[in-house]
């Protein structure tokens, strides 16, 4: 009994002891915190209020103090590249790579961060010769995406194709990608008419990516160039099966293959069958103009009308009042003119391809998206509704 009162006694020192350690931990704490330089603060507050101007001279200051510090000088260089101080940039990695402070296992990082400033100071070729330099180091991967980016921009597809090939990984098989790299190459060659070669690099973009209808509107162009009009037509009908939705730009083509073989009236009604399945395609306009021009103007209208009724759009509301402008009276028409106008107008404003990336918009079709870079996010129907 006596021995349990007497552990009792001990018990306010242990409540001392963990009083003492916390003490201790929090003058260690303070101590850390005095050692952080008052001009950090001052750029991470500048930082958050957007001031990049005096965020990059507080931090130059407490990088000019503490020159050992790596991580702070990362930021100061990705800091001056953001503000297009690109000089600052350049000069300030350079300083890092000259001092015998750094440790080799930083090195490719800081080259790396070089390669970024030269690129974006618009020298490109040095930026290259760094990445390629970088490909086997601890920055490969980085490099190499890089490099990616930069063969796209320089349009250099062959290159493209070998990098994007050399990334390939269970995330990301870049098989669609380089199908579209393999389609630049067959334009290029179609436009110079080297149909071979051209044929040859169609046939290994759908090697890469079996549903790229890119690849499948480049192969009826070529087999159209080269008088094979049924093998165009086969093709572009291809796309049915690979993306629906980008039916309506071979639709033309499609069209005119028929007439070349002189059955316009078959290229109609494929046409036709394709509005009824697909009725989100852009098919009212091209109907309207082919059928007018072999089955007569009465045709036409009543094609148009059953269409625009089944799903109105803009553009087909304006066909249809523009078909029957001449049978209107005087008073009519002037009431229709104005009608016309004003759907003219918005339609300009709302017929517009989108980029399903980052909603980039634009009157012109672009296979490669040039805010985002991002391949076939382009809507190939012109939205009315988005
Ligand atoms: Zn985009």
């Known amino acids: 009994m006596d021995l349990d009162l007497w552990w009792l006694l001990l ?5 001392l002891l963990g009083w003492l350690a916390a003490r201790v931990d929090m003058r260690a704490v303070l101590k850390q915190a005095k050692s952080i330089p008052a001009g950090f603060f001052r750029g991470l507050d500048a930082l958050v209020e957007d001031k990049t101007d005096i965020a990059a001279q507080a931090l130059t200051e407490v990088v000019r103090q503490q ?3 790596l991580e702070l000088q ?3 260089g990705k800091l001056y590249r953001k503000r297009g101080e690109n000089d600052r940039a350049i000069r300030l990695h350079q300083s890092m790579l000259d001092s015998a402070d750094l440790a080799d296992e930083h090195r490719d990082a800081v080259y790396f961060e ?3 400033d030269f690129r974006k100071a618009g020298l490109v070729d040095r930026a290259e010769e760094i990445l390629v330099k970088l490909l086997n180091g601890n920055m490969a991967l980085q490099a190499r995406r890089a490099l990616l980016d930069i063969y796209q921009q320089d349009r250099d597809w062959s290159k493209a194709i070998d990098t994007a090939r050399e990334l390939l990984s269970d995330a990301h098989s870049f098989q669609h990608e380089v199908a579209q790299f393999y389609c630049e190459l067959a334009q290029g060659e179609l436009f110079r008419s080297s149909l071979d070669s051209a044929r040859e690099l169609v046939d290994k973009a759908l090697q890469a990516n079996r549903k790229c209808v890119r690849a499948s509107l480049l192969k009826g162009d070529i087999e159209f160039a080269d008088g094979h009009i ?7 009908q291809n796309i049915e099966k690979q993306n629906f939705d980008y039916l309506s730009m071979a639709a033309e083509r499609l069209f005119d293959a028929y007439e070349k073989l002189g059955k316009p009236a078959e290229g109609i009604a494929l046409l036709r069958g394709y509005q009824k399945t697909f009725p989100q395609l852009e098919l009212t306009d091209l109907l309207y103009q082919k059928t007018a021009a072999y089955e007569g103007e009465t045709k036409a209208l009543e094609a148009a009308r059953e269409s625009v009724h089944a799903r109105p759009t803009l553009s087909g509301v304006y066909r249809l009042i523009e078909a029957q402008m001449g049978a209107l009276s005087l008073e009519g028409r002037m009431d229709a003119e104005v009608a016309r106008a004003v759907l003219q107008k918005h339609a300009q404003r709302l017929l517009v391809h ?3 990336c980052c909603n980039f918009r634009s009157r012109a079709f672009f296979w490669h998206c040039p805010a985002c870079g991002e391949w076939e996010s382009f809507t190939p129907n012109r939205s009315e509704t988005h």
């Not at 049924?230 to 572009?236: L, N, P």
């Open 11 to 15: 018990l306010p020192g242990f409540f």
């Open 67 to 69: 020159a050992s510090s």
């Open 74 to 76: 990362f930021t100061l």
């Open 114 to 116: 070089l390669a970024r």
């Open 230 to 236: 049924e093998a165009a037509i086969a093709a572009w």
């Open 354 to 356: 989108r980029c399903k």
